[in-house]
């Protein structure tokens, strides 16, 4: 998997935690450096380390379904895109009303917004992606993004990260696509 299907991936997975991010910059109007720096680094451990889980899980099972791993691996990446979409186009404004500082609301959000990442994890294991070094590219990405939309959140508001989350799906879409072309088309 080459660097910018990579990067791709990170900033399609990111797109969650950077709603959790404005949502906190919402609720935390005046959020110190290091408070937001502890936001981030939760969101982004859980994120980079979610595919990780995935990738073993689905080594495990690749041997079951190696004949179809590309389709698996679609289906599951055009899932969580077309359910990012879904979500962002149907939601109403955002719930801030939490105190993401507090260490079981903020595992509670790590997790929550990683899920999708365990999901592309077992699909990277599918195509024999090797993961550590796209984990600590979703890891920093995540960081960067996260930091981002707590200033952002302080400023502009939950409406953009809407469209973020659009994008983030319909990118987890375009890379399933490659994938499933790749392996119709042009076979390693």
Known sequence: MELLSILLLALGLSVDSFAASVCSGLAIKKIHFFQAVKIAVFLAVFQGGMPIIGWYTGWELKDLIKDFDHWAAFILLA???????????TAKEKDCSFNPLKLLVLIGISVATSIDAL???????????????????IGIITFIVSMLGML??????????????TIGGIVLILIGIRILIEHLFFPA
């Not at 899932?79 to 186009?89: L, P």
Request: proline share 2%; hydrophobic share 50%; net charge neutral.
């Open 79 to 89: 899932g969580m895109g077309s359910k990012m979409i879904y979500e962002s186009i």
């Open 119 to 137: 999901v592309v994890g077992l699909s990277l294991a599918l195509i024999d992606v090797v993961i550590w070094f796209p984990a600590i590219i």
């Open 152 to 165: 952002l959140g302080k400023k502009i508001g939950s409406e953009m990260s809407h469209r973020f989350e």
